[in-house]
Every structure is written in C-alpha cells, then in structure tokens.
C-alpha cells in the first residue's frame, strides 16, 4: 500500500519544548462567573493519596467516554471522576506498557488512546484493556523516546522522537521516518522533535 504524505512545514527557529511537570493533578469541578466581578473556582486535588501513582504529572487527555488519561513518571492512569485505574509495564507482560515513563498521551478522532513513553509507543486497546507495543529501534535509540503524537486527516499518526519525525498507518503497521530538510551539522537538533500540529492537509513539526 501507498502512504499518503501532507505538506511538512518545520519550524527550525522555534522549539516547542515542553517539560512542565505538575505537582500532582488539578481539576476545576466548578467555576462562578459574573459580570463586572472576579472569579471564583473550586478544585479537586488529585495527588498520591488518592491514587495517583506519582506526584509528577506529564500529559493529560479526555477521550469520547469521559475518561481522563494522566501520563505519569510512574504508569498511566485513567480516571472516571470517581475511581483512579494505574496501568504500568509488567516485566515479561508484552501487553503490558513499554514503560513507565509517560511521556505524551493521545486521543485520536476514533478515541484510541495512544501513548508515548521513554521507551517505546503503546496502542490502547479499550476491548482487552491490554496495550500493543511499537519500537522504533531500528533507526536508533533515540527514537523509542516519544515526545509528540498527532493524527492528520487521512488517520495517519504523527510520531515525534527526540531521534526522528515518523508517519504510522494504524491499520497496516507500516511506519516511516520522514526526511527533514537540513545539513549534517544540524541534523540532530533539527531531528529533536518537540511538536507537531496538523492543520488541515499540512503537517507542521516544532
């Protein structure tokens, strides 16, 4: 099969970097607002004393059923508003997690829940609540680290490392590094990817 490849625009002189970690989890539950007068906000503080399985949070998603996805430092969590579920990498379980270390959580338009971690991008799958590992080894190590992850309009996922920018057809498994335009002396910085936003039939990568 043919992948198809939107326009790719890379924002060399920006980087979108993204290391800020949470203190455990705020969620606002209700918000006050009036005319002419300050606001006021109530908040539920999730930490580790209601479950979470680490204070440092590092992405957080809603997917269609309501759920809320934390990626921590120490598994990924799923909240229904009530209970904290902790899903993490079991030694010798390949169905398990990667690794514990969530690094970005994705929701894609079909809500499948894809994360990224330090060692590797999982596929949730919501039937068996088991996970389906992909590793990009092959291209180097630097690779399994996973920053970013986007859908564009043809399905396909967008998947940013701090060692290359890579397409994935979920439906066949292909995957593809795309080239960047750059020299060799810039490679590995401009090959650190931090962001992607789809726009449309464009792709642009920070």
Request: net charge positive; charged share 15%.
């Amino acid at each position: 099969s043919v992948l198809y490849f939107p326009t790719v625009h890379s924002c060399l002189s920006i980087q979108w970097i993204f290391r800020t970690f949470l203190l455990g989890l705020f969620t606002i539950i209700e918000a006050t607002y009036a005319y002419g007068q300050s606001s006021s906000a109530i908040f539920q503080h999730l930490s580790t004393n209601q479950g979470l399985p680490n204070f440092y949070t590092t992405a957080t998603v809603q997917d269609k059923l309501g759920f809320i996805w934390i990626g921590t430092f120490s598994g990924l969590v799923r909240y229904d508003g009530y209970r904290l579920k902790t899903f993490t990498h079991e030694q010798g379980n390949s169905s398990s997690l990667s690794s514990n270390y969530i690094r970005t959580v994705f929701t894609t338009r079909n809500s499948t829940i894809w994360v990224g971690t330090a060692l590797g991008l999982n596929r949730f799958d919501s039937q068996t609540g088991q996970f389906e590992r992909f590793y990009f080894t092959k291209w180097g190590d630097l690779c399994n680290n996973i920053r970013f992850i986007a859908e564009d309009t043809q399905g396909f996922i967008w998947v940013g490392t701090s060692g290359g920018l890579f397409m994935l057809n979920p439906q066949t498994k292909q995957i593809k590094l795309l080239p960047l335009p750059t020299d060799a002396s810039l490679k590995k910085s401009v090959y650190s990817i931090h962001h992607i936003l789809s726009d449309g039939n464009q792709v642009w990568i920070g």
